[in-house]
């Protein structure tokens, strides 16, 4: 009987000095659990992230109690570009031991940011569903398990091992106030990677040589046609004119040509009536007309960019002028090259691999390429483009193997440029890469922003591998799911170096 009645009276004791009641304690002591108990109070945690429906959904607040009215504030981001996002409806819903909770979110005036205002009557392991309305249609995700706590010194002692020393605060209104972005990492196929530098030139298709019809003075059509000059098709950029040149007079040269096509023409007509009348044999008849085809091919190959003051020379496309051979009132022959057109529809890149590449170009079947004009990355095949050949010896100038990329023309990489080209093999595994622009690095040493929380973030020491120019493999320091900061990597470092940010820095509460 002693004993129960010790257990009746100890009970409560222990329930009452667990949770914050009277106890008998030094001052001191007293006074620092106090403190420690309002820091407890209003410290903010984080309670739920999900990703679904292209959205980022972060909530956080202060610790979950049971009898205390609680405020969460939630952050919805796009993943298509990271910034704040606008839903019609959000409401939370929480099963606690088969009792049923909803709280209806309230808009705080922050596009992006609602609040929601909770309040529990009992404690223990909860059950959370996110149910939002978007574009008029419902969706529920579930956000998993969670703990309503009886009073602020159970929360305390559950999470008094769970800080994270060496975070980053970097909040969501900072993130969408910047170029930022964070991916999840898992495996990818990404080979061997061979790095080189091509020039810029004209594809051979592409390029024509425009020569003179006859013999003649060049006289220019009265613009300047100079290495570099845009120029329409149809466009006349020459013309050239035999007169007064005994030997080589056009205007005389026509005047027989057309003269014997219309001879010719005569002929097969009236050949064609008696053959008709059975007058002449069928052998006449292609006499006449073999040699009518022949003077009207010469007179219409005569008559083509042709007057009886010379030949114009046209642009037969929308080209750019490469070379020009001839200066103006220049004497030229027939035949003779006058000016050298590149159409700008394709152009080619040459560039030069070591030999101890070899054993790999067999594998090679795309190609990175950066612009130097803009560092924008392009890829050879999303544009169109092909490798055209692969050297299997090596060439005496330089001693290198070379190889020829042919892809449509590009603004930004002007014929004669010199690109930084990434020729890439066939991969055969799977390995951790992640964007470019998400490494730092810091004297030699790489890095890259890891999430913790979509606003705590720590930095951690990576092993690179190769790199396709844009994503670099990762041999150590992350693994399959953790999600880095892929673009605005440098705010977050920014964030360190400035020192300890304010927590509730930007937050609605």
Request: charged share 20%; proline share 4%; glycine share 8%.
């Amino acid at each position: 009987m002693v004993n129960r009645i010790f257990l009746l009276i100890a009970l409560p004791a222990l329930l009452f000095s667990s949770c914050g009641g009277a106890q008998k304690h030094d001052e001191h002591e007293h006074e620092g659990h106090s403190h420690e108990q309002a820091e407890h109070a209003t410290e903010e945690v984080s309670h739920f992230t999900l990703y679904a429906d292209s959205l980022e959904f972060y909530i956080v607040g202060s610790p979950i109690i049971s009898g205390m009215e609680v405020e969460l504030a939630a952050h919805i981001t796009s993943l298509k570009n990271f910034k704040p996002f606008k839903v019609d409806t959000l409401m939370l819903s929480v099963n606690v031991g088969g009792k049923l909770y909803s709280f209806t979110a309230t808009e705080t005036g922050t596009t992006g940011i609602y609040r929601f205002d909770l309040l529990f009557d009992v404690n223990g392991k909860a059950e959370a569903w996110l149910n939002l309305v978007l574009d008029g249609v419902r969706r529920s995700h579930p956000l998993g398990q969670f703990t309503i706590y009886h009073c602020e010194h159970d929360w305390a002692g559950a999470h008094e091992h769970s800080h994270m020393a060496n975070t980053i605060k970097f909040t969501k209104e900072q993130s969408w106030a910047v170029d930022f972005a964070t991916v999840s990492v898992i495996p990818q196929p990404i080979g061997q990677v061979i790095r080189t530098t091509g020039r810029v030139l004209p594809a051979q298709s592409d390029e024509v040589v425009l020569v003179a019809g006859i013999s003649g003075v060049v006289n220019f059509s009265g613009r300047s046609i100079l290495p570099g000059t845009q120029i329409g098709k149809s466009e006349v950029l020459f013309s050239i004119s035999s007169q007064g040149i005994a030997n080589d007079n056009f205007a005389l040269q026509y005047s027989e040509v057309k003269s014997r096509y219309e001879l010719a023409k005569s002929v097969y007509r009236r050949q064609q009536a008696l053959a008709a009348e059975q007058v002449i044999s069928a052998a006449e008849l292609e006499r006449a007309k073999s040699e009518y085809e022949i003077a009207h091919t010469a007179y219409k190959a005569m008559e083509n960019g042709y007057n009886t003051d010379g030949q114009q020379i046209i642009s037969p496309a929308n080209a750019e002028v490469l070379k020009v051979f001839v200066s103006n009132g220049d004497y030229v022959s027939a035949g003779q090259p006058l000016v050298k057109l590149s159409k700008l529809s394709m152009c080619q890149i040459q560039c030069h691999v070591q030999p101890r590449h070899r054993y790999y170009l067999n594998t090679i079947y795309d190609a990175n390429i950066r612009l130097n004009s803009s560092d924008k990355l392009v890829n050879l095949k999303s544009l169109g483009g092909t490798i055209v050949s692969l050297g299997k010896t090596v060439s005496t100038e330089n001693h290198l193997i070379p190889i020829t990329l042919e892809l449509p023309e590009v603004t930004e990489m002007p014929m004669g440029d010199v690109v930084e080209v990434y020729l890439l093999c066939k991969p055969n595994s799977n390995s951790l890469s992640v964007p470019t622009r998400a490494i730092l690095e810091e004297q030699g040493t790489h890095f890259v922003m890891v999430q913790v929380t979509p606003e705590t973030f720590m930095k951690r020491e990576v092993k690179l591998g190769v790199s396709d120019g844009e994503r670099v493999e990762v041999v150590s320091g992350i693994q399959p799911g953790d999600r880095v900061v892929s673009r605005g990597a440098v705010y977050v470092k920014i964030a360190q170096s400035s020192g300890a940010l304010d927590a509730h820095s930007g937050h609605v509460h």
